[in-house]
């Protein structure tokens, strides 16, 4: 029948799109995630008890895998569903922002944000920051776009604001380097499977995206860590955080900016320090000595002259608390959520409703 051959040819064109994108945008693709903005949007939709929540969580994946909700909520006593998190991969502090102007009237009684900082979160060029930060909003999304020089990323960007893009590059190249534990994962994420967003809306207590990581099996955490902690990684992760450190100024000001949104809302902001394995801090203070001390004395600079709380990174910590070069494991997660926890004063505990006690430092 006509609308048979009419369905039919509107599903070829779809995966046409797709398949076009997927092989010709590939760099494109992996740092689009809208599908991350969708999931968040609809665990915020979904949450149980708004009311509920004293504390929210900003910040991009180091955030989203250190501070984690379940666990910052144990540290302080606190209900499960007292804490929620807005953190998204790659997100920078202007993502952040627009999460917190549209999203935190929902949250009355939220009293506290923690904000991850460190290089990624600030130190990004001006390009980088602007695709993650117009992934939240279609207008931004669509002006940025139309400003790109090349027809083709400019197509593509378009696009994604309005076709389900799958990545059909990245999967097939991994498998082919007899590497295929990212293949599955990387599928996922995509916003085509709506059987996955289901299973992430469903969850107990959906107080944020959970890390990616966590979907994986043992095994292949073990294989991510064994490869993940070569030196050679470290080194090019040390690279990547530090070659755009003369971008910290805007970092600083957009994040100057989220504050005084988060302090309208009546919330206290605090800054949390996100610890690094002690290989990635060697690498970065061999490598890139002089870009992080220029990094750390604007940031010192920064809090002092704006006079933001700041709980200070703990010492570099071992391998084993982390699935990869720098992304914290639920075990190395609940060490900084006690951390969080003991560089909290009486009152800022008192604000969110928890009972001080002298509590001393626990051993690892």
């Not at 991510?224 to 755009?244: K, P, W």
């Amino acid at each position: 029948s006509k609308s048979l051959r009419a369905w039919l040819l509107g599903v070829l064109i779809v995966i046409a799109v797709n398949f076009w994108v997927g092989t010709h945008l590939a760099t494109f693709v992996n740092s689009s995630a809208l599908d991350e903005c969708f999931v968040l949007e609809r665990r915020i939709a979904a949450y149980p008890d708004k009311q509920a929540v004293k504390v929210v969580v900003f910040g991009n994946s180091h955030a989203l895998a250190g501070l984690r909700p379940p666990l910052i909520a144990r540290a302080l006593a606190l209900p499960p569903n007292a804490v929620f998190s807005f953190a998204l991969p790659g997100g920078p502090p202007q993502e952040m922002r627009l999460l917190a102007e549209r999203y935190l009237s929902q949250f009355p009684n939220a009293r506290m944000a923690l904000c991850s900082i460190d290089e990624p979160f600030l130190v990004n060029s001006n390009d980088y920051r602007m695709r993650y930060w117009t992934r939240g909003d279609l207008f931004e999304r669509t002006r940025y776009a139309t400003s790109r020089p090349g027809f083709d990323e400019r197509l593509g960007l378009l696009l994604s604001c309005f076709v389900p893009i799958a990545d059909f590059v990245t999967p097939i190249q991994e498998f082919l380097a007899a590497d295929p534990r990212w293949v599955l994962h990387n599928i996922l994420r995509r916003p085509v499977p709506s059987s996955y967003r289901r299973a992430l809306l469903n969850l107990k207590f959906p107080w944020g995206l959970s890390p990616p990581w966590d979907c994986l099996s043992a095994p292949d955490l073990r294989r991510l860590a064994v490869r993940a902690h070569r030196r050679q990684e470290f080194r090019e992760c040390a690279t990547g955080f530090m070659a755009n450190e003369a971008h910290t100024p805007q970092g600083l000001e957009s994040l100057e900016a989220l504050a005084q949104t988060v302090n309208r809302h009546r919330c206290q902001f605090v800054l949390v320090g996100i610890p690094y394995p002690l290989q990635l801090s060697k690498a970065i203070q061999k490598r890139h000595a002089l870009a992080n001390r220029d990094y750390e004395n604007r940031v010192a600079s920064f809090l002092k002259a704006q006079h933001q709380r700041e709980i200070p990174a703990p010492p570099p910590w071992e391998n084993f608390d982390y699935y990869d070069t720098d992304h914290l494991n639920p075990q190395g997660a609940k060490l900084l959520a006690e951390w969080v926890r003991r560089h909290l004063d009486k009152n800022e505990l008192a604000a969110i409703g928890v009972a001080t006690k002298t509590r001393g430092p626990r051993s690892r």
